[in-house]
């Protein structure tokens, strides 16, 4: 294993909403490799985004608030980091690309123009030399034409241009570390597989960290090495990407791969009926004291409606939090 | 399929036990939440009452003179003392109040016809409908409202109809703008279509199901055509072109801007009412936009 | 090349739409009962039939309606746009006369509605609970709701009458040397009131339209986009966002500007101010109908080259209009 | 006393600014104020109706009355440097009398020849006791014939721009609508005037604005200020005099007026109830801070031919109704006896609130009256002269003589539909019209006197208007500031200012 | 394809162009060829589904089969009824065979109308069954597509989306329509809860024996939900074929794209090296390139696919293809090279 890039240690990150304070992310730790992919699913509203934005320094404060936690950059505490140093952070050493590139694009300016703005500002070229590089970052990401698309603004794009335009701008200043917010949701799947091998590519030749966001186990699949499932703000399984899919453990992880009808290219007359997780996620702002998941879970007890299960390692690489490992490691 | 999976799909029942609120109630409770737009409704209940009771309040005609010209407000008894011709001010505001209003209200009613009625009709049926009212809006918009009105109410003679009208006739084009782009916004929703492949009619679409949803920013939209519609007619009387026969508080200003320097009041206090009923309309507008657009506040 | 064509057909439509409204103006002041015969004995305290009905003839009201019409369509797209009665001089040199003073007097207040609107707007949306934010929404709530030319009188009682340092009326102290550094001052001491008066609405609105346009996009992806980028805040409002919260602004402006000129006809009333406006106003009252028509037509063009303006201003600023066939 | 100094500016504001000042082919002040300023008449008045000498060195009226021949001063030039010579003379009357409109004015003058270069006699149909007047003044101003002379003079465009004057002062630049600037002429013809360089004629639509430019001595002077509140708050300032002198000639009357040819005003009795309710002192109190003088009659209070002796129609309710009643007009459940409307001339703000006493007044003996306002004076005119109203309220000048000014208004020969204040109340009375045909005719200064006031009774009598006062028409200048004001003759500020100078 | 009797809607070559504001009054006023020549049929009581890219004509397909869009040409049978010759009212009265559930289940349901009533609707204005026994109705249907039938007096915002999606169903069932139009009807649903809605399509169908048009550009989706296939690419079907022989012979290349882009969770299927990559976005519907419209991103396209276009051939009962490069016998390109 390579050397430890990002850690995040005991995030909490809070919310003042009408309904009072949601704990949108609650007591979450992750970490991440030099050159390692790492997959957060989970569904919508579970804090995937916020995690990213909490990383990038970008929660909207108020209402949000970081109660809690440290985010190590090699060490570095970003949470400490004042804002001067977090701009240098920014589109330099971490990078994220979003997942509407129709609107995350400024529509009144070239791509050229937003892709050297980045250059220009982190490593201070010359207008011509950061030009250049954005050429240079068009032509890697795969753009045809690129010295006339150069000078093209994003409305003239298909989303599939304007995403790689977006990945263009957050590799230009070879960051370190990529979030990836669900890049390819707004996509075709022909074009999502484009994407994906890009990045792919890009990670092999310059060694940057990944942090791919997604609601899709079949994209997890494809492109991480170890995943993060999200529940409610917290994490409920961890594990490498293989172990996940063949062996979930958490009732909501098995949940989440079985309820989906996976693509199989040896298609049966008998069609079970899909795996239903019932209900939705809760608001945040009324969770009990008990695990999150309880009210959905067809395995809940009283015990996981009254206590938080702790996360606990049942493999090596393989932390789950759930009462039902507890009872069966006990048992 | 076995039994006990279609039961398990059937019983989800997510809905949270909240009680539920009625979109109304929600409503209200949204306004009130904005003291502005609350005040902005009492000033405008206020006035209101004061125009449609102005009979039993004071039973004075208007045009009495009935002291000593410009006396200041407070003096003999008058409140807000008396203007050119020795006439209470106290009553010309108050029985002003009522033309002010009704002048108000007819134009941005007025407005609000024919800039929904074009609106509507350009926004749902597109095509060469929408490009001739388009082409009609446009027209109208590049003629400087006020001067045109001017022209109108001198066309026909100024009289109460005519002021209402003319002030309709110049300002419906901002509403058929928004109107239409309401419509086109709408039409374009799976549940207009919905309601079309239920079986709806044409104008059971439009007046039934896109006019609804439409309503919120028209309705913001009405408050402020009514202010608007009073500025109109105060300027217009400020220029002379106004009903002589009626008190308006337009007229009042228009009537006395000659001794602005001498007897301020005369301008001052017809203008200020003027002032509170306008704002009062955008306060109510303002809340009422909130209201709608619960989100917005948030923020 | 697609951009010519665009603009082809701008002009196009807005020859058409002039067209329109020499007929429409035609039309309508046809209806006005009396005519300049009237007029003309009017002002001159009375005349006898036969010269009335020579008035008719020598000014060729004694045709029918369309010949009068076509006559009319005719000399106006040649430049002629008759002769006042009261004036006896043409209208087009009334016209433009006064059309200076006129455009100095809306521009400048437009101008300054657009940019200090803007600028209010953008520092407000900053704090958007702000004592500042706050000010803004009340002085919106303000400016909407004044009339106008009451702002005016409460203006001339504050500078005018009780501090004495505005000048009350006109464009400049008559006699004074034209084109001279001092003449322009003096242009500019008297322009300020009505300026003030004329765009306090307009400065509101805007500034409370630039706010939430602001606010919206600083709530926009590709802000978040440019703060992910490690830019600054001054560089994210006065680059990325300035730029996209002053569209709806010149949107609206482009919009209202008829309503300006509209607002400049009870300013210049007010201030006797020597524009299109106060030539508007008495000619409504001496009934001069070609001068009417003449004004009417007139702002309907200006109305429309503005709007063309417009356009430019959005092409430059927007690409996505720039770069777009339709539109 | 100082004694008249060369040189200076006077500021004259006004309310409005006529579009030209060629007094030969239009009346009214706007026109006639600057008018006179550039064109010369040939003879100019005092106070006291007393023409004098000015462009003619003399003139004569033959014993017949038939023609009166005029000697022109030799130096005369105009502004071009072209002497004036008697062809021009003849000239300008012919013009005025072919386009002027008031067509009493030279109706009798038959030609007008010209036995020398200063020599014109002016030939008349039949004795003319106004010819002297129309002379003077803006009336009769003589005009270059070598300018006007060609095409039609209503459309040359030299009556605003570029004019070739005969008077005191020579346009120097015109701004439509805004200003003109007139510069002294030196080679006038009276040695060493005028005595001002220049004369600002500045237009001042705003009562607000005309008193503060007179508060702070920006203006010198304006005429025709009637508006009570200027005249009740400038009266206070010590800089600046008020005068009523110098309106005698125009003599402007207001009025209210009755469509006598409609049901119910074809009744004298409905006619004069109302001329019994108004309560004219009150009127004259309120819209004019007492200001006004009363009218009674037809005839100016200024004029030599005024006479006090008429019906005075004290405010008496009790006998309007009584006359009500009697005329059979009897009120219904609600006290209204009938119901009727009233038009009133656009143009001030003064017609408007006067419309409304009246409105109030009349509701007090049961007539219930609707205002008719009219945006442009065009409209007005076309109901008035079309015959299409009730009541009306109006002011209308007397212009020096009666014959031009006064016959015009109750002459049943002169009634026109389309012509305004051609008789629009289309009063009829053989009497009235028979003296005023002998009064017109009438040399004799006393008898004609007499004549008029025998007029004056009867039409007050017969009641086709209903006289309230004479416009306060005021005078206003700077004392510091101006010399000679421009009140020493019958027509104010009409006549030339020549003599006018700044302290 | 065969039993006639059997078949419930027939839909033969239609064409829906869109025109395009002009450029200028005197350009050509350019089209955007939205559906181009489209057949297919579908059987009483199964389902077919249509999958394609973005932009690709499936909604368009699915608003001209319900005539909430103006078609170009074309014929359209339901049952015997002509569909595409209706007008005016018969339209209005053979909308209750035929109902559609949308893809948005916030835009789809009108917000100013309660639960209850958005479901009963279709019933008031189509006259169906004893106005009496509606009330009775609406809640039966509340019940079968799993809310609680006091839940009719709430509006929609107060629902979850995956509810918000069951009353459309309801909406969609109450005429007891033969067939129902689905667009996508998952796509914008949580994983979680898209489960619920797939199964209770699946189950109502079973209960009322519905017939299902159903959309999705998600093949997992598609693959569990329908009997057969049509592949759209560019306002055309490329390939038709029952659900095993589409997934597991498919012989369009574009099929083929299609299927290996899709990313899975099977290591089986993303080590297979038969995948391939398409390069760039579809074209734009506007100015189609001529021949096979696929030709510009065919990894295999020759010549003669740029220059004709190929028609809709069948290779096997159940099985049609329109590729030049597919041999009669079945082989597609991708498998010989
Ligand atoms: N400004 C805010 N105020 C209050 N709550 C917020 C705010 N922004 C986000 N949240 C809450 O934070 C939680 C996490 O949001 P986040 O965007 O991280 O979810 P996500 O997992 O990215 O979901 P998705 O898949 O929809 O993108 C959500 O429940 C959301 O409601
Ligand atoms: N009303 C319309 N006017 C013009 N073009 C239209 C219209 N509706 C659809 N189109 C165009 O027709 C083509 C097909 O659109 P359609 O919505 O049918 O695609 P789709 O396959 O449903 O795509 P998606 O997966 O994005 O829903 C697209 O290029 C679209 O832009
Ligand atoms: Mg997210
Ligand atoms: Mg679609």
Redesign the pocket.
Request: aromatic fraction near 4%; glycine fraction near 18%.
């Given at each position: 294993m390579a050397e430890r890039l990002l850690s995040v240690e005991g995030l909490r990150v809070e919310?003042?909403?009408r309904d009072g304070i949601?704990k949108?992310i609650d007591n979450l730790s992750i970490s991440l490799d030099t050159g390692e992919t790492l997959g957060i699913v989970?569904?919508?509203?579970?804090?995937?985004?916020?995690?990213a934005?909490s990383i990038m320094g970008l929660v909207?404060i108020p209402?949000?608030r970081i109660a809690g936690g440290r985010i190590l950059l090699d060490g570095e505490d970003l949470l400490q980091a004042n804002e001067q140093r977090m701009r240098e952070v920014r589109g330099n050493e971490i990078s994220m690309i979003f997942?509407e590139p129709m609107t995350s694009l400024n529509p009144v300016y070239s791509i050229g123009n937003q892709i050297a703005e980045t250059a220009r500002l982190h490593e201070g070229l010359s207008r011509a030399d950061a030009m250049a590089r954005a050429l240079e970052m068009l032509q890697a990401v795969g753009i045809p034409a690129a010295e006339k698309r150069i000078h093209e603004y994003p409305h003239q794009m298909s989303g599939g241009m304007r995403q790689r335009v977006m990945i263009a701008m957050a590799l230009a200043c070879k960051p370190r570390v990529l979030i990836a917010?669900?890049p390819t949701t707004a996509l075709d799947v022909t074009v999502q597989a484009q994407i994906f091998d890009l990045l792919n590519d890009l990670k092999e030749k310059t060694g940057t960290a990944i942090i791919m966001?997604t609601?899709d186990m079949g994209a997890i699949a494809e492109m991480a090495q170890r995943v993060v499932v999200?529940y409610a703000?917290r994490i409920i399984e961890q594990a490498g990407v293989t172990q996940i899919l063949t062996d979930p453990r958490h009732p909501y992880t098995q949940g989440l791969i079985r309820c989906v009808p996976h693509l199989t290219r040896n298609p049966t007359v008998e069609r079970p009926p899909l795996l239903e997780i019932p209900g939705v996620v809760p608001a945040?702002s009324q969770l009990g004291s008990g695990c999150a998941f309880a009210p959905r879970c067809p395995y809940a007890d009283a015990k996981c409606r009254a206590e938080m299960p702790p996360s606990r390692a049942v493999d090596s690489g393989h932390d789950v939090a759930c009462w039902l490992t507890e009872r069966e490691a006990a048992a | 399929m076995t039994d006990s999976d279609n039961t398990q799909s059937r019983q989800i029942d997510e809905m949270p036990e909240t009680p539920v609120e009625h979109p109304f109630r929600q409503f209200v409770t949204m306004y009130m939440r904005n003291y502005a737009a609350v005040a902005g409704l009492l000033v405008f209940v206020v006035i209101v009452a004061a125009a449609l009771l102005a009979p039993v309040i004071l039973n004075v005609d208007p045009f009495e003179m009935v002291d000593v010209p410009l006396l200041p407000p407070g003096e003999s008894g008058h409140l807000f003392g008396t203007d050119n011709l020795g006439r209470d001010m106290l009553v010309s505001i108050i029985y002003g109040a009522r033309v002010t209003m009704a002048v108000g209200g007819a134009a941005a009613a007025i407005t609000l016809i024919i800039g929904l009625s074009i609106g509507a009709m350009a926004g749902y049926y597109r095509g060469w409908v929408d490009e001739v009212l388009m082409r009609i809006t446009e027209f109208f918009q590049v003629l400087p409202p006020l001067l045109l009105a001017m022209v109108l109410v001198a066309l026909f003679s100024p009289t109460l109809e005519t002021v209402a009208i003319a002030i309709g006739v110049v300002s419906w084009t901002g509403v058929a703008r928004l109107a239409r782009a309401e419509f086109m916004r709408l039409r374009e929703l799976d549940f207009v279509k919905a309601a079309r492949s239920i079986g709806g009619r044409d104008r059971r679409i439009i007046w039934l199901v896109i006019l609804p949803n439409a309503l919120p920013p028209l309705i913001v939209n009405a408050a402020l055509t009514v202010g608007i519609a009073i500025l109109f007619e105060a300027a217009l009387s400020f220029l002379g072109l106004s009903d002589p026969n009626v008190m308006s508080w337009g007229k009042l200003i228009g009537d006395n801007r000659d001794y602005l320097l001498d007897a301020p009041w005369t301008v001052t206090i017809p203008g200020v009412a003027i002032f509170l009923t306008v704002l009062a309309m955008s306060l109510i507008g303002d809340g009422l936009n909130d209201a709608f657009n619960p989100k917005l506040r948030e923020r | 090349m697609q951009f010519l064509t665009v603009v082809a057909r701008r002009f196009l439509y807005a020859f058409l739409l002039l067209l329109a409204v020499i007929v429409f103006n035609f039309v309508l002041l046809y209806l006005v009962p009396g005519d300049i015969a009237e007029t003309i004995a009017g002002e001159s305290g009375g005349a006898s039939a036969e010269l009335m009905a020579e008035i008719r003839r020598s000014y060729g009201l004694d045709q029918p309606f369309h010949v009068q019409l076509l006559t009319y369509v005719g000399k106006v797209l040649q430049g002629d746009l008759g002769s006042s009665y009261y004036f006896n001089a043409p209208v087009l040199d009334l016209i433009l006369g006064r059309l200076g003073p006129t455009l100095l007097l809306v521009v400048t207040a437009l101008l300054l509605a657009i940019f200090a609107g803007t600028l209010f707007g953008v520092i407000a949306a900053q704090r958007p609970n702000g004592i500042f934010s706050h000010f803004i929404t009340i002085l919106a709530l303000i400016g909407f709701s004044a009339p106008v030319f009451w702002t005016a009188f409460l203006l001339i009682i504050l500078f005018v009458s009780i501090l004495q340092i505005m000048p009350l009326s006109g464009l400049a102290e008559p006699l004074s040397e034209t084109g001279t550094w001092k003449w322009y001052l003096d242009v500019a001491h008297h322009l300020f009131l009505p300026v003030v008066s004329l765009s306090s609405i307009y400065l509101a609105q805007y500034s409370r339209l630039a706010r939430a346009s602001m606010m919206d996009i600083l709530g926009s992806d590709y802000i978040r986009t440019a703060r992910a980028k490690g830019l600054g805040q001054r560089m994210i409002i006065y680059k990325h966002a300035l730029r996209n919260a002053v569209i709806p602004v010149i949107t609206i402006a482009g919009l209202q500007f008829s309503h300006i000129f509209s607002g400049a006809v009870v300013i210049e009333t007010v201030f006797s101010w020597p524009g299109l406006g106060t030539l508007a106003f008495e000619s409504i009252l001496r009934g001069d109908t070609p001068t009417i028509m003449g004004i009417l037509f007139f702002s309907a063009f200006v109305v429309i080259v503005f709007n063309l303006l417009t356009d430019l201003a959005y092409r430059i600023i927007d690409p996505r209009i720039r770069l777009s066939n339709t539109a | 006393l100082s004694e008249p100094k060369q040189g200076g500016t006077l500021t004259f504001i006004y309310r409005i600014i006529a579009g030209h000042f060629n007094p030969a082919i239009a009346s009214g002040t706007p026109t006639g104020i600057p008018g006179t300023q550039l064109f010369a008449a040939l003879l100019r008045y005092d106070d006291q109706w007393r023409p004098q000498p000015y462009l003619a060195k003399s003139w004569s009226i033959s014993d017949d009355g038939l023609s009166v021949t005029v000697n022109l001063r030799e130096n005369a030039k105009f502004h071009d440097g072209h002497p004036i010579t008697s062809e021009d003379v003849a000239f300008s009357i012919e013009t005025i009398k072919a386009n002027h409109p008031f067509k009493t004015m030279y109706a009798p003058v038959t030609k007008v020849t010209t036995p020398d270069k200063l020599t014109a006699i002016i030939h008349l149909s039949a004795p003319h006791p106004a010819i002297e007047l129309a002379m003077s003044s803006q009336l009769g101003v003589v005009i270059p014939k070598h300018i006007y002379g060609e095409g039609d003079i209503r459309k040359n465009p030299r009556n605003s721009q570029d004019i070739v004057g005969s008077g005191p002062f020579k346009l120097k630049e015109f701004k439509p609508g805004e200003y003109i600037i007139m510069e002294r002429f030196d080679d006038f013809f009276l040695k060493g005037r005028p005595y001002l360089d220049f004369i600002v004629f500045k237009k001042m639509a705003e009562s607000t604005s005309r008193i503060i430019a007179l508060e702070t001595g920006k203006a010198d002077i304006t005429a025709f200020a009637s508006d009570p509140q200027e005249l009740t708050r400038l009266k206070k300032s010590k800089h600046l005099t008020l005068t009523p002198e110098g309106y005698s000639a125009i003599g402007p009357l207001n009025w209210l007026a009755f469509n006598t040819a409609r049901k119910p005003f074809d009744d004298k009795r409905v006619r004069q109830a109302i001329g019994y309710a108004l309560d004219k002192e009150l009127l004259i109190k309120i819209l004019y801070a007492g200001f006004a003088q009363r009218a009674t009659g037809p005839i100016h209070p200024g004029s030599a031919f005024y006479s006090a002796d008429v019906n005075l129609y004290d405010y008496d309710l009790d006998r309007a109704k009584a006359l009500l009643d009697a005329a059979g007009l009897n009120p219904d459940a609600d006290g209204i006896r009938f119901k009727t409307t009233l038009n009133f001339i656009p143009g001030g703000a003064t017609w408007k609130r006067w419309s409304e006493i009246t409105k109030a007044q009349l509701k007090k003996i049961g007539i219930d009256v609707t205002l008719k306002a009219s945006s442009d004076f065009r409209s007005w005119i076309k109901t008035v002269a079309g015959h299409d109203f009730d009541m009306t309220l109006d002011s209308v000048f007397n212009w020096g003589d009666p014959v031009i000014g006064v016959h015009r208004t109750y002459q049943s020969s002169n009634i026109r539909e389309g012509v305004p204040w051609h008789n629009t109340q289309q009063f009829r009375n053989a009497d009235v019209d028979a003296v005023m045909m002998k009064a017109g005719l009438e040399i004799n200064l006393d008898k004609r006197k007499a004549l008029y006031a025998d007029m004056q009774k009867m039409v007050v009598e017969e009641a086709p208007v209903i006289y309230i006062n004479a416009s306060p028409y005021h005078t206003i200048y700077n004392n510091e500031r101006v010399g000679n004001p421009p009140i020493d003759s019958i027509w104010g500020t009409s006549s030339p200012m020549d003599n006018v100078y700044i302290k | 394809m065969s039993d006639d009797d059997d078949i419930l809607l027939d839909v033969a070559h239609l064409k829906v162009y869109f025109r395009l504001p002009r450029k200028n009054i005197f350009a050509k006023a350019s089209r955007v060829h939205a559906v181009d020549d489209v057949s297919f049929q579908i059987k009483r009581g199964t389902t077919l589904g249509i999958v394609g890219e973005s932009g690709s004509g499936k909604t368009t397909t699915a608003m001209a089969v319900m005539r909430l869009t103006p078609i170009t040409s074309g014929a359209m049978r339901l049952g015997d009824t002509d569909l595409a010759a209706l007008e005016g009212e018969d339209l209005r009265h053979a909308r209750t065979r035929m109902q559609i559930i949308f893809q948005d289940p916030y835009s789809s349901l009108n917000p100013r109308v309660r639960a209850g009533a958005i479901v009963r609707e279709p019933m008031d204005l189509m006259n169906i069954g004893d106005p009496a026994d509606r009330e009775g109705r609406v809640a039966d249907l509340f019940r079968k597509v799993g809310l609680r039938p006091e839940q009719q007096a709430l509006f929609p915002h107060q629902f979850s989306g995956g509810q918000r999606q069951r009353i459309g169903v309801a909406r969609a069932l109450a005429t007891q329509p033969e067939l129902v139009v689905c667009d996508e009807p998952v796509s914008a649903l949580d994983v979680a809860i898209q489960a619920q809605i797939l199964n209770l399509l699946r189950s109502l169908q079973d209960e009322f024996g519905l017939t299902y048009l159903f959309i999705s550009h998600d093949l997992g989706v598609v693959q569990y939900m329908c009997d057969e296939i049509a592949v759209m690419y560019l306002g055309q079907i490329v390939e038709y074929a029952d659900r095993i022989s589409l997934f597991t012979e498919p012989l369009h290349p574009y099929t083929w794209a299609l299927l290996s882009a899709v990313p899975s969770a099977d290591p089986a299927t993303r080590a297979r090296a038969d995948r391939i990559r398409l390069q760039g976005d579809p074209p734009s519907p506007i100015d189609l390139p001529p021949g096979c419209r696929f030709s510009s991103r065919c990894p295999f396209a020759e010549a003669r696919c740029v220059q004709e276009t190929p028609p809709l051939r069948s290779i096997r009962p159940g099985h049609a293809v329109a590729c030049h490069l597919v041999s009669d016998d079945g082989v597609p390109p991708q498998r010989r090279s």
């Open positions: 919310f003042k909403t949601a949108v989970g569904e919508s509203g579970c804090g995937k985004s916020m995690t934005l909207p209402p949000g997942q917010d669900e966001i609601h999200m703000g945040l | - | - | - | -």
